[in-house]
């Protein structure tokens, strides 16, 4: 029976067609995974100075490296500890307990070297220097891929403080 053999064929052909479709895919999928980590392991957590805390730390270890527990405070995409004796805030991932926010505005500190207390033209030639791009919509915001830095500034002359974030759909 000729017609049961090419119906078995084209099943056979489908199968396979499905297979290699699933796995490029997959391949696409964790690719794009991994270019979002790859910048965050390698060009933005090198460039963040704030007592060793870095983006996506658990956050047993960011206690750790604070030598305390902070103010906890509940926030719209998790929680967040305030270290007001270090000038510093971090927020977490209400899902994973990993951090997705960095804020500071301790002159000891830095995110991209840029220091609280800096002037805002030196803190706009850092960023352009690590090709951030700034929001069309605040002179303070700037980002790249999923990463926003926000300029923190008083009176629009010094950058006060530096919060750096993952952002999330």
């Known amino acids: 029976m000729p017609g049961r053999k090419l119906v078995t064929q084209l099943k056979n052909n489908h199968a396979?067609?499905?297979?290699?479709?699933?796995l490029i895919l997959m391949i696409?999928?964790?690719?794009?995974?991994?270019?979002t980590n790859s910048l965050i392991n390698n060009e933005i957590n090198p460039n963040i100075d704030?007592?060793?805390?870095?983006?996506?730390?658990p956050e047993a270890q960011v206690h750790e490296l604070a030598a305390s527990q902070g103010k906890k405070d509940m926030c719209i995409n998790g929680y967040e500890y305030n270290y007001a004796d270090k000038l510093i805030n971090i927020g977490f991932d209400a899902n994973q307990?990993?951090?997705?926010?960095?804020?500071?505005?301790n002159p000891d500190t830095s995110i991209f070297g840029i220091k609280?207390?800096?002037?805002?033209?030196?803190?706009?030639?850092?960023l352009e220097k690590y090709s951030f791009s700034k929001e069309?919509?605040?002179?303070?915001?700037?980002?790249?891929?999923n990463v926003m830095l926000t300029?923190?500034?008083?009176?629009?002359?010094?950058?006060?403080g530096v919060t750096i974030e993952l952002i999330t759909d």
């Open 16 to 22: 396979k067609s499905s297979l290699w479709l699933a």
């Open 28 to 35: 696409i999928a964790l690719a794009g995974c991994g270019n």
């Open 50 to 57: 704030v007592l060793g805390i870095k983006l996506n730390m």
């Open 97 to 105: 307990g990993k951090v997705r926010r960095i804020t500071t505005k």
């Open 116 to 126: 609280p207390g800096v002037d805002l033209a030196t803190a706009n030639a850092q």
């Open 136 to 145: 069309q919509a605040s002179e303070f915001k700037f980002h790249k891929e």
């Open 151 to 160: 300029i923190i500034s008083m009176h629009g002359t010094l950058a006060d």
